[in-house]
């Protein structure tokens, strides 16, 4: 074995190790409500679509998201990093999150589809899109909130695309008859 190798391998722990601590610390943040170290987590140009660009551009999303529950606790569940390539890397995110809304406590099974980026040393999300498996009080099926119960007088969330994200499942099923093990199946 190289040094080259074994630097290279070092880099690869040294990076997979500060990712998995950049989901943690972003629920963490969150959860504290301390929204300048969660904007530190994104890249300075992060893009926002039609927030615009930047770290204030996410504050105008997040700060008033978080404005909509009281006490919120995010417990991420597992982390798969899939690609590190130098200075980018892409992975999954699995978080149980738990929002205090009135009273109502809603519970949210997510899956973050994130990519990192690493500058002048240091790794940042890059891109996070959120999608989930159910959202629903913490006294109901998830079935019986069609998956999908989020606070509010207009719903905020579209019902789950989670399992068409995952190209296996589709295949899995085919054209099984799920009839018997759901009453609610997911869309194709």
């Given amino acids: 074995m190289t ?3 074994v630097l290279q391998r070092l880099d690869r722990i040294e990076s997979h190790l500060a990712i998995q601590q950049l989901a ?3 629920a963490m943040a969150v959860d504290r409500r301390d929204i300048d170290e969660w904007l530190g987590m994104f890249v300075e140009d992060i893009d926002c679509g039609r927030r615009g660009k930047g770290r204030e551009a996410l504050r105008g999303f997040i700060e008033p998201a978080v404005r909509d529950f009281y006490r919120t606790v995010h417990t991420i569940t597992g982390h798969a990093i899939d690609r590190i390539d130098g200075d980018v890397a892409e992975g999954r995110v699995y978080c149980r999150a738990e929002h205090e809304f009135g009273d109502q406590w809603i519970v949210q099974a ?3 589809f994130d990519t990192y980026e ?3 040393g240091v790794w940042y999300f890059a891109r996070r899109i959120e999608d989930f498996f159910y959202s629903c009080d913490v006294l109901e099926r998830p ?3 069609d998956f999908a ?3 509010g007088p207009t719903p905020k969330h579209a ?4 399992l068409p994200r995952f190209p296996t499942w589709k295949s899995f099923w085919g054209e099984a008859d799920v009839s018997p093990i ?5 869309p194709p």
Avoid: H, K, L
């Fill in 149 to 151: 119960r989020w606070p």
């Fill in 182 to 186: 759901t009453r609610r199946p997911g």
């Fill in 118 to 120: 690493r500058r002048d």
């Fill in 24 to 26: 943690v610390r972003y």
């Fill in 3 to 5: 040094e080259a190798s």
């Fill in 159 to 162: 019902p789950p695309m989670m």
């Fill in 143 to 145: 079935q019986d909130a």
């Fill in 110 to 112: 997510i899956c973050y």
